[in-house]
């Protein structure tokens, strides 16, 4: 029987017990060869030197090599039967503390098999669990691989019953000075994975190789039969180094020639062209700016004008710090568009920040938002669509956008719904991109009579391999430059574990800025007390294999804290609650009071996140600070400082000193610099936050690559692509890699058709 990477996991499981058969495939999602060889070791045991072993702990699960120091066997009499029955006990030595291992055995023969493999001196692979006994270190229910000994062979008379498919480690002894630990499931070991693996490397008739010779020898790449064995029976760490860049560069050149088809494919779409030469409504409204563009923002409208002017579509991503700007500069595309004879809308996540950009926009404009007969000349209808409005309230600015009246329509996921006509819609702002997957960025894309322009709008910065991965369909820009007039913001940890007494501290400190006349946010991760918490908070906190660490339950909820000030601490100040199930109108009127000044202190959920824009609000105040995300904390935070004035903004923890929430916290508070913070957020966090389907449009996570660790080689699989695309579109002359990049689009558009 021929057998190939699709064969199935049986075919090279030999005399595997049927139980364990299904354990590879139900517990570690194995069922073909191919997905047993890129299984990869998580890690490798040297096996030239004794394991380092310190800090024992009763219950922690131990894979060690170690040396038998010594060993003896012990006759009792079975309680039970009244026969003779041996105890067999060796003592392993490690690079630190001994263990001691207890063998039982009914007869002599079983007692002999248990003490060859025990005998002294003996060195291998042990797994099992710590336990104290008698002021004792113990290796409890050990399971063993020992180096250079031949295990019983079928029919050994002295082999114990039931042994022999489990324990036979004769063709996995030849490994030379690293031993393979896989990831794996109760009831397999490394062993019976590196067996197997064995195994298949030796009967495989052929491994398909996607990467032609020219590439791998330009890009000095590994060929797939050396790296399967390099990753899976090295010799030294470079050979393992050499093997998984191997893997990786493979992955980020297929993710990166998907990417590349589809700016291809965008830009070979038609598009109508939008020079800005059919009115003055750009021009009018620049007259009116009491300020100058930055530099930043000058050069990226440049850019953007330059895209739209193009007759296939802009598909960019700008990004910048808090208040670097960025609406300003979407607003002039927009109204470029306009001025071209289209219309542009601004799709916002939450009807709290849709009704900030359009009353910002709004203002912005002045009378030029107003259009036909009572406002300027130039001027064009702004239009809100939420999905709290009623059908009466829908129907005029319904009616105005089909008609083209409305130039600009702002809207949240309800400029999505059917009914939403345009009259020629030319361009399409996404803000805070995270927040929307790429179904319904497309799906206001096809509300267009030809593809509209895209301009996607992020305030979390984005180191430039996350954006050449996540965002590779997109050109980027950044603006970093803050424009004037944007006030430093001083950042402290309360860390109330170790200071208790600060929090008194805390609400004095809201007071002093009250009577300074200026207005304060506090953010609570909770809507009520007795609730899960609110859906936008991110729970971030992991252990080193990826789990989540459980955290004390918060107390910090809106409703309680809006009480608990309202008749203590802050008696006498006006105070308000805002969160994301209030009505929309009590919502709105909330955040107008506020921006009013009519409010003193905002508790609030994370709703004012994003593009809440309250030039007299200087000081924040986050509780339970641990419970948010890096990101979400910066963001939380440039709410401040945004008019001139100095900010403050307090990060409230009960977490303990040195863990990673703490550390989390003291790096937020160490730096305002927004990239700086999304390398440590996206170290922090686990992969398919990053990669998630809802952001990418494709598999939720990379198997082997990491944005931030493998930069270099996404960067150098990027310009291969490109090589690739440039000579040869179609892929026609690399059929292998041409399958695995349609196999990969298949996989994003069957996710793109499951989240529609």
């Not at 000349?377 to 089909?402: D, H, I, N, W, Y």
């Not at 929090?503 to 007071?511: D, G, H, I, T």
Request: with cysteine; charged share 25%.
């Amino acid at each position: 029987m021929v057998i190939t990477l699709d064969s199935p996991l049986t075919a090279v499981l030999g005399a595997t017990s049927p139980a364990k058969r299904k354990k590879f495939e139900t517990g570690l999602g194995l069922r073909s060869v191919g997905d047993l060889l890129r299984h990869f070791p998580r890690r490798y045991l040297e096996t030239g030197s004794l394991s380092r072993v310190a800090n024992l702990r009763i219950g922690q699960m131990l894979c060690v090599v170690g040396e038998i120091e010594k060993c003896a066997t012990h006759t009792y009499r079975d309680r039970r039967t009244g026969r003779p029955a041996y105890r067999v006990e060796a003592l392993l030595r490690t690079d630190g503390a001994r263990l001691t291992m207890t063998f039982f055995a009914k007869n002599q023969g079983t007692a002999a098999w248990h003490a060859r493999r025990v005998a002294e001196g003996n060195r291998g692979v042990f797994l099992g669990k710590a336990d104290r006994f008698r002021d004792t270190w113990q290796l409890v229910n050990p399971q063993m691989t020992i180096f250079g000994l031949a295990d019983a062979e079928d029919g050994d008379a002295d082999a114990p019953a039931g042994k022999l498919a489990d324990d036979r480690v004769s063709e996995v002894l030849d490994f030379g000075n690293l031993f393979p630990i896989y990831p794996l499931t109760k009831g397999v070991e490394s062993w019976d994975v590196a067996r197997a693996v064995k195994f298949a490397l030796q009967v495989v008739e052929e491994l398909p190789e996607l990467l032609p010779a020219d590439l791998r020898e330009e890009y000095d790449v590994l060929d797939i039969a050396q790296a399967y064995d390099w990753v899976h029976r090295p010799e030294h760490r470079d050979q393992v180094t050499r093997a998984l860049h191997r893997f990786r560069f493979e992955e980020a050149l297929i993710t990166q020639l998907v990417l590349g088809r589809r700016r291809r494919a965008t830009r070979a779409l038609g598009a109508t062209a939008r020079t800005g030469d059919r009115g003055g409504l750009l021009a009018a409204f620049d007259a009116t700016l009491p300020f100058t563009l930055t530099a930043g923002q000058t050069e990226v409208g440049e850019h953007i004008d330059a895209d739209l002017a193009q007759t296939h579509p802009m598909n960019r991503l700008l990004q910048g710090e808090v208040g670097s700007g960025k609406t300003l500069v979407a607003l002039r595309a927009m109204l470029r568009v306009v001025d071209s004879g289209g219309q542009a809308a601004l799709l916002a996540p939450t009807e709290v920040l849709a009704q900030q950009h359009y009353r910002s926009i709004t203002a912005m404009l002045g009378d030029l938002a107003v259009g036909g007969l009572f406002g300027a000349a130039e001027g064009t209808c702004v239009e809100l669509l939420t999905g709290s409005m009623t059908k009466t309230q829908r129907t005029g600015p319904l009616s105005r956008v089909a008609s083209g009246e409305a130039g600009i329509v702002v809207g949240t996921h309800a400029l999505l719904q059917d009914q939403v006509i345009f009259a020629d819609l030319g361009l399409v702002v996404v803000d805070e991109q995270h927040r929307f997957g790429v179904e319904q960025r497309a799906a206001l894309t096809e509300k267009a009579s030809a593809p509209p322009h895209l301009l996607v709008m992020t305030a979390t910065p984005i180191p430039r391999t996350v954006a050449m991965t996540v965002f590779g369909d997109l050109e980027t820009s950044t603006l970093s430059e803050l424009p004037a007039g944007r006030a430093p913001i001083q950042s402290n940890v309360v860390a109330l574990a170790d200071h208790p007494a600060w929090f008194e501290r805390v609400w004095a400190r809201v007071r002093e800025e009250v009577e300074k006349g200026h207005q304060v946010y506090v953010v609570c991760p909770r809507i009520a007390g007795d609730e899960a918490e609110a859906d936008q908070v991110e729970s971030v906190d992991v252990d080193e294999n990826g789990e989540a660490v459980a955290r004390p339950a918060s107390a910090a909820s809106v409703e309680d804290v809006l009480a608990r000030l309202t008749a203590g601490p802050l008696a006498g100040l006006r105070l308000a609650g805002l969160h994301g199930r209030l009505p929309a109108d009590e919502k709105d009127a909330t955040m107008r009071s506020f921006a009013a000044g009519d409010v003193d202190v905002l508790v609030s959920t994370t709703v004012i996140e994003v593009g809440v824009d309250v030039h007299n609000a200087t000081a924040i105040v986050i509780l339970d600070a641990d419970r948010f995300g890096v990101s979400q904390l910066h963001q939380l935070r440039g709410r401040v400082g945004r008019g001139g004035l100095p900010g403050l903004c307090l990060l409230v923890t009960q977490a303990e000193a040195e863990s990673p929430a703490r550390e989390r916290l003291d790096a937020v508070a160490s730096t305002t610099d927004g990239f700086v913070l999304s390398r440590i957020d996206l170290e922090q966090r686990r992969e398919g936050d990053v990669l998630g389907a809802s952001q990418a449009g494709r598999r939720s996570s990379l198997e082997n690559l990491r944005v931030l660790r493998d930069e270099d080689t996404i960067v150098e699989a990027r310009a291969a692509a490109e090589g690739l695309l440039e000579a040869d579109p179609t892929l026609g002359g690399v059929p292998g890699l041409e399958a695995a990049v349609r196999e990969l689009e298949i996989s994003a558009h069957a996710d793109f058709v499951e989240m529609s």
